[in-house]
């Protein structure tokens, strides 16, 4: 049984996974697939004190660096279900896909997110060439060119608004016949001279030319008719959308399915923490994710010298 087990390899659960080996306890980290969404990342420019580098290299570099200490790396392994420990410095159990069962005194749930995709022809072929999911991430790749932000809810607004500032031109795609966003941001869109709205609209190619993307269709939604825009960048922000489906009815979710956690990365669970992509700390980066996680396994470590029997 482990002291510490986290769930994920992501950011978050790397460092979770290396502040808690460091304090000498047994520590164990299974994920479905070490490395997460940097995995899936082609540059990277906002990883302090790293001025560049690229998600399969960052990944090899978490590995590596938890690699120096002595946790014990389950990888390609899906947690499917969790079991609280039934009292406080109890063990929690984790069941596996494969049909095995880890036990832990505290567990770091870690298990990020993914950007729910539009699903059209070409999204996938031009990801990361053209097609991106992360304003703070990928912005100033396309300083003075034309993009789209597909989504007229919050974080569509916001990255529309954001982007404004960076890139020549932003044409908002909303497929409902109004934004979903708060008045305050909508009312802040429409202000800006380089943004075009439009609404009823659904996106149903994006276009590409020499490897890179050269535009999107989308359909009028009360006229029917076709309508091609020519842009280098499609920003997509239908949501995001939390790895915590496994988790429903064992510990308290936001309604938007993410582990609610509060400033100590405790969960509704004594003894079960989490962080990162998959809880509701605001704002997900790789940076904070990293933070989030040590944060964790700092209190998860304080969980355990207070609720553990030597
Ligand atoms: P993740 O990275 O999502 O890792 C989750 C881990 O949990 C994975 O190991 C996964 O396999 C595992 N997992 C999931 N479900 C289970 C399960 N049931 N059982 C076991 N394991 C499970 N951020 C930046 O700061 N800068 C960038 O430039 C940047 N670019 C990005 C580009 C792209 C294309 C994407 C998709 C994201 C980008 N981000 C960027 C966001 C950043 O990648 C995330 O904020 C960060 O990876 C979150 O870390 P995490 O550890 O919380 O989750």
């Not at 960048?233 to 956690?261: A, M, Y």
Request: with cysteine.
């Amino acid at each position: 049984p482990f002291e510490v087990l986290v769930i994920g390899g992501g950011p978050a659960g790397s460092a979770a996974a290396i502040y808690a080996a460091r304090k000498g306890i047994a520590t164990g980290i299974a994920a479905e697939r070490f490395g997460g969404q940097v995995s899936d990342t082609m540059g990277i420019e906002n990883l302090i004190s790293v001025p560049y580098t690229e998600g399969p290299k960052l990944v090899a570099a978490m590995e590596q660096h938890v690699g120096e200490y002595e946790v014990d790396v389950m990888n390609l392994q899906r947690a499917e279900k969790l079991i609280p420990a039934a009292e406080a410095g109890g063990y929690h159990e984790i069941r596996l896909a494969n049909g095995a069962s880890l036990k832990a005194r505290s567990v770091i749930l870690s298990t990020g997110a993914r950007w729910r995709q539009l699903g059209v022809p070409g999204e996938a072929e031009y990801r990361n060439k053209g097609v991106a999911y992360c304003p703070h991430c990928d912005g100033p790749l396309f300083k003075g060119k034309r993009v789209a932000v597909i989504g007229g809810g919050n974080s569509g607004v916001e990255a529309a608004i954001d982007l404004a500032g960076i890139v020549g031109h932003v044409t908002l795609i909303e497929f409902g016949d109004q934004m979903r966003a708060d008045d305050v941001l909508q009312k802040k869109l429409r202000s800006l001279p380089n943004v075009d709205i439009r609404v009823s609209a659904q996106t149903t190619e994006v276009l590409g030319a020499d490897g890179k993307v050269s535009g999107l269709t989308y359909t009028d939604r009360i006229s029917g008719e076709s309508h091609q825009l020519d842009l280098e960048g499609v920003f997509v922000q239908i949501g995001l959308v939390p790895n915590t489906e496994w988790l429903k009815g064992d510990l308290e979710l936001s309604q938007h399915g993410e582990i609610i956690i509060n400033d100590r990365g405790e969960t509704s669970v004594p003894g079960v923490f989490a962080a990162g992509d998959a809880t509701t700390v605001p704002y997900k980066q790789i940076v904070i994710s990293m933070g989030e996680g040590a944060k964790a396994a700092l209190s998860a470590f304080d969980y355990l010298i207070r609720n553990s029997v030597p």
